[in-house]
């Protein structure tokens, strides 16, 4: 099974941009790549997707290396809110589910 | 609009008991899916749910069930509890699918389940 592969954790400071790597390397063609965030004492919460090319959104960036074994999800400019673990899925097309990595818990100073 | 919402938030169960948690999802969706999140293993897909039909169905023993009703709610249902069933069971819905599309899933705030 197509799995990834995360920092345990990583620290950044207030107002810095942050980049938090994912490593796919069994990927296969058609996976998307999701990027969910789950809060303290909260459900996950969408952050982003893609195929193969680079995704920007209001929240955050997706950056999709070009052999699509790894990818990184760009925070331009993080918040004290942005505290959460980030979690790197693979859309799994051969049996439609959703694999989920350990994640990154991403601590951020003032 | 609503969130989607998971009853009861806290349970406390005893091995050998059985136990159903319930999801209500975000009006208009029609997929449900459930997870298993503990410390050990992280989150793991537990089955998922379209117009009351059981569309996909992930690596947990039998005791696992679930259902989904005409209004698209669901119910997970774990009999004879182990020690291990302890977790955080989350609940996601999105429109058509989540793992069949592309679409958002969108998560409840959870059942943590607790078996002594």
């Known amino acids: 099974d197509a799995k990834t592969t995360q920092p345990n954790s990583m620290e950044s400071n207030e107002e810095e941009p942050v980049h938090l790597p994912c490593n796919h390397s069994?990927?296969?063609?058609?996976?998307?790549i999701h990027w969910y965030r789950q809060l303290p004492s909260q459900g996950p919460e969408y952050v982003i997707h893609g195929l193969t090319s680079n995704v920007n959104n209001r929240m955050a960036s997706l950056a999709i290396a070009e052999d699509r074994k790894s990818s990184t999800l760009i925070l331009h400019r993080a918040t004290l809110r942005d505290a959460a673990v980030y979690y790197c899925i693979l859309n799994h097309r051969s049996n439609y589910q959703l694999i989920w990595g350990a994640g990154t818990k991403l601590i951020i100073k003032p | 609009k609503a969130g989607v919402t998971q009853t009861p938030r806290y349970l406390i169960k005893t091995r050998g008991q059985q136990v159903t948690l319930s999801c209500s999802p975000i009006?208009?969706?029609?997929?449900v899916s459930w997870y298993q999140q503990t410390p050990g293993q992280g989150l793991q897909f537990l089955f998922e749910?379209?117009?009351?039909?059981?569309?996909n169905k992930g690596n947990f023993p039998g005791r696992f069930s679930g259902r989904q009703f005409s209004n698209s709610r669901s119910e997970m249902n774990v009999s004879t509890l182990e020690l291990g069933d302890s977790a955080l069971y989350l609940c996601?819905?999105?429109?058509?699918?989540?793992?069949?599309?592309?679409?958002?899933?969108?998560f409840g705030p959870g059942t943590r389940l607790l078996v002594l």
């Open positions: 069994t990927i296969s063609g058609t996976d998307y």
């Open positions: 996601a819905s999105s429109l058509r699918g989540g793992a069949q599309t592309q679409e958002t899933q969108y």
């Open positions: 749910y379209f117009s009351e039909t059981q569309r």
């Open positions: 009006s208009g969706h029609r997929s």
